[in-house]
């Protein structure tokens, strides 16, 4: 069911420069409901995606 316009996704993922990520990436980013992506991996950046979104190299788990 299609959200209203001021309602689209912003969706922030962790391990974005693994494979699973970067095909989940693909598909939401040709998703109409979502406005932007945030990737935060690691790793650098693999892919580029086909919305807005941004991209943070960091580790999660340092204090």
């Known amino acids: ?10 969706i ?6 693994g494979y699973l990520a970067q095909q989940l990436i693909k598909r939401l980013g040709s998703d109409p409901d979502v406005e932007w992506i945030l990737g935060l991996d ?16 960091f580790d999660l788990t340092a204090p």
């Open 1 to 10: 069911m299609p959200r209203a316009a001021h309602l689209k996704l912003r």
């Open 12 to 17: 922030a993922i962790t391990g974005s420069s």
């Open 42 to 57: 690691i790793r650098p950046r693999m892919a580029q995606v086909p919305c807005p979104a941004s991209f943070l190299q």
